[in-house]
């Protein structure tokens, strides 16, 4: 079965960190650029970042640009996500998912395959 599995949410208190992974199962990840995306009930899902099939290239939105950083060990099939520095309006679930990235364009295309996706929760 072809599938992204995150792992890696929690709750943690304003001004933590997580590192949250994507691990591709039934397909081999190198071949692929990989985003991030949240989403919080009542409202769109938003992008967040990516990262290229190299790892030479990656892309942040403004509000987490300085905190997240993404990066993949293709020997492991995984995409990691280090958040620090969260905030309350980080909180949502996260979702990982194939995509198109580059560095001036950001995340485009289709999405064709997705995870679940990880429960993050940043309170005091």
């Known amino acids: 079965q072809v599938q992204l599995v995150e792992s890696g949410g929690g709750s943690v208190q304003p001004g933590g960190s997580l590192r949250l992974s994507c691990v591709a199962e039934g397909f081999t990840l190198d071949y692929y650029a990989i985003a991030w995306f949240r989403q919080v009930p009542g409202k769109g899902r938003e992008g967040v970042t990516c990262?290229?099939?190299?790892?030479?290239?990656?892309y942040y939105k403004d509000f987490v640009k300085g905190r997240f950083t993404i990066s993949r060990d293709n020997a492991k099939n995984t995409v990691y996500l280090q958040m620090n520095n969260l905030n309350p309006e980080d909180t949502a679930l996260y979702s990982c998912?194939?995509?198109?990235?580059?560095?001036?364009?950001?995340?485009?295309?289709?999405?064709?395959?997705w995870g679940r996706g990880t429960q993050v929760t940043v309170s005091s």
């Open positions: 990262i290229d099939k190299s790892g030479n290239v990656s």
């Open positions: 998912a194939t995509t198109g990235c580059t560095h001036s364009s950001g995340i485009y295309g289709s999405h064709d395959v």
